[in-house]
């Protein structure tokens, strides 16, 4: 059985790039989809790694 990936990546206040991964999703989720799940994940601003806010896709 495949197994789908989608890795997210984003830049944080101190100009570092962070990754989330997420595993086990649709085999047809388009980019249009992964973005806008980006936009939401920055502007609900709930992951902070290490203190420092995500502020920008990458």
């Known amino acids: 059985m495949q197994e ?3 890795v997210m990546v984003f830049k944080d206040a101190n100009n570092k790039n ?3 991964q997420f595993s ?4 047809d989720v ?4 992964a973005n806008a799940a980006m ?3 920055l502007a609900a601003n709930i ?3 290490d203190g420092v806010n995500l502020v920008a896709k990458v």
């Open 4 to 6: 789908y990936k989608v």
């Open 18 to 20: 962070r990754s989330m």
């Open 24 to 27: 086990d999703i649709r085999p």
């Open 30 to 33: 388009t980019q249009a989809e």
């Open 39 to 41: 936009d939401t994940i």
């Open 47 to 49: 992951f902070k790694p």
